[in-house]
């Protein structure tokens, strides 16, 4: 009908519309970018057959989608194509037959913006100095650190008690520090005039003695300023797997109360043993058992809610993380805005590295909570249920510097979960 009523008028009106449709018709360079330009909605499941190519040893084919994928994706798109940009780098890593076993440290990520410049330049080196920039615009744009800290924070306050003299904090994995200030103010706040903070004492790990030194001062300087006695103990941890360094290295007062701190780490006792092919879940296990040993009154895990991550089927693991990764991305595309350099370098540098270890090497495995809390229970652990208050906390983060519908908090198991539409992201519980 509509059509019949259009037409009806005089020759003239039909004349000028024949011209309008001739000239809004597309030509034919227009047609076959229509036709070439994959819908986002396919490019999740040709990243997919890629990585299936890979699985079945077919490299030339999976090299010809990988270059293709490459080719119509970008790192200023949309969060899909900025997803399959990042993917299809680490698999072209993984592809190269002179790419070692695992994503080394200093993995080279080239980083773009829409003025095709970070540091004034068009490309630039992923040195140690932006990715520890990067960590801390991570910990600004998103929730994801801060909620494990915050969280892990409030169970090791609730376990210890009021009066405590000397509190001992082993992190195994303290990089800046950022989560001991908000700890230190909440002792301090807590403290009554008559009976003064305890003392604490922490013991930092990581993989660079100048870090750790410049931790160490900064925190110091925040103790003094709160009136805090404090000392910090670096531990350079050049292997994670080096448990009689880090067990040997905890000097424990006869005082003091032990809390022991892993937040992003035990995974990495996971790491695939490059000889034998096999994870080193023993490892992990006897790891455990010798931190059970020394008695700590708390332990605080934190961990991606990664599955299949530590089995061999290289395909399995890739679309878990495919869809752990594609949740973040659409994450930050709903939170910050389109021309966030802050957004461009954390996606570019933290989580590019991160997706080349998974997907490139052969290194970083992870599991859910479920598998987490099988490990800890048969290695002596308990848990210890999360209270109402670290859930309110929790909430209150949320609602205050990351408000958006679609961070989610659900807690299952006396344990507490970080979700982006109901896709559980990351996991924090206690254990005793």
């Known amino acids: 009908m509509l059509g019949s009523l259009n037409t009806s008028g005089t020759g003239g009106a039909s004349s000028r519309q024949q011209q309008d449709q001739e000239e809004e018709e597309p030509s034919p360079a227009d047609l076959h970018n229509i036709i070439a330009a994959p819908a986002a909605t396919h490019m999740r499941q040709m990243l997919i057959s890629c990585a299936e190519l890979v699985s079945q040893s077919d490299f030339g084919a999976a090299h010809r989608l990988r270059t293709y994928l490459t080719a119509n994706s970008s790192p200023l798109g949309d969060s899909t194509e900025r997803l399959v940009h990042q993917f299809s780098k680490a698999l072209s890593l993984r592809l190269n037959p002179t790419f070692v076993a695992a994503a080394p440290p200093q993995y080279h990520i080239n980083v773009v913006t829409n003025n095709n410049s970070i540091s004034n330049n068009c490309y630039s080196t992923c040195t140690v100095v932006e990715q520890e920039s990067c960590y801390l615009s991570l910990n600004q744009i998103t929730p994801f650190i801060r909620f494990s800290h915050l969280t892990a924070n409030q169970a090791i306050l609730e376990a210890l008690q009021v009066g405590q003299q000397a509190i001992h904090i082993l992190d195994l994995d303290i990089m800046h520090g950022l989560q001991w200030p908000p700890f230190m103010q909440a002792l301090s706040d807590r403290s009554q005039c008559s009976q003064p903070p305890p003392m604490l004492r922490i013991t930092g790990g990581g993989h660079d ?52 701190n892993c937040v992003l780490y035990l995974h990495r006792l996971l790491l695939k043993d490059r ?51 594609s949740a973040i991305f659409e994450s930050l595309e709903a939170t910050l805005p389109p021309n966030s350099r802050e957004r461009m370098a954390v996606e570019q540098i933290w989580f590019g590295r991160e997706i080349a270890e998974m997907v490139a090497g052969e290194g970083e495995r992870h599991q859910r909570l479920e598998w987490w809390e099988t490990m800890l229970r048969s290695s002596g652990f308990v848990n ?12 209150l983060l949320l609602r205050l510097h990351y408000p958006c519908e679609g961070y989610q908090l659900h807690t299952h198991n006396n344990s507490f979960f970080l979700a982006w539409q109901n896709r559980p992201l990351f996991s924090v519980s206690s254990w005793r």
């Open 275 to 325: 000889d034998s092919g096999s994870s080193k879940v023993e490892d992990l296990r006897l790891f455990l058992r010798k931190i059970k040993a020394l008695n700590p009154r708390v332990v605080t895990v934190a961990e991606r809610e990664l599955g299949n991550h530590n089995e061999a089927v290289f395909l399995r693991r890739f679309v878990e993380s495919l869809d752990h990764y």
């Open 209 to 260: 003695l100048t870090t750790l030194h410049r931790t160490g001062e900064r925190l110091l300087k925040f103790a003094q300023s709160l009136g805090l006695t404090f000392q910090f103990q670096p531990l350079v941890l050049l292997n994670v797997n080096d448990l009689d360094l880090i067990l040997s290295s905890l000097s424990l007062l006869p005082d003091e109360t032990l809390a022991v």
């Open 384 to 395: 210890v249920p999360l209270s109402p208050f670290a859930l309110s906390q929790a909430k």
